[in-house]
């Protein structure tokens, strides 16, 4: 089984960065995707960016440009740089990870909060 850490949220103005951390520990070997997900109040948990273990990247179509996801294999850690952050960007942010062999497990969250 895999544990999921993240960290790195907090508040910031409009047009600011944040960057995000997804530290995996446990079978990380037997991972095949990671991504992240934010959930907004009253709102459905919606994907923002995955990459697969041959590091092949998606994002939604509302952070292309803005962000980028990333992993250090070395560290068992999977980031997402945000930029130009919108107060729509505003909600809990939670890491996702899947395997073939295990299903699939996610972080507790950190809240992401943009101010205008």
């Known amino acids: 089984q895999v544990q999921l850490v993240e960290s790195g949220g907090g508040l910031v103005q409009a047009g600011g960065s944040l960057r995000l951390s997804c530290a995996a520990s446990g079978s990380i070997f037997r991972i095949n995707v990671m991504g992240w997900y934010h959930q907004a109040p009253g709102k459905q948990r919606e994907l923002v960016a995955l990459?697969?273990?041959?590091?092949?990247?998606k994002y939604a179509d509302s952070v292309k440009g803005r962000f980028i996801i990333s992993r250090d294999n070395a560290k068992n850690t999977v980031y997402l740089q945000m930029n130009s952050l919108k107060p729509e960007d505003t909600a809990v942010y939670y890491c996702q990870a899947i395997s073939a062999d295990w299903g699939t497990v996610w972080g507790q969250g950190t809240q992401v909060t943009v101010s205008s």
């Open positions: 990459i697969t273990s041959g590091e092949s990247t």
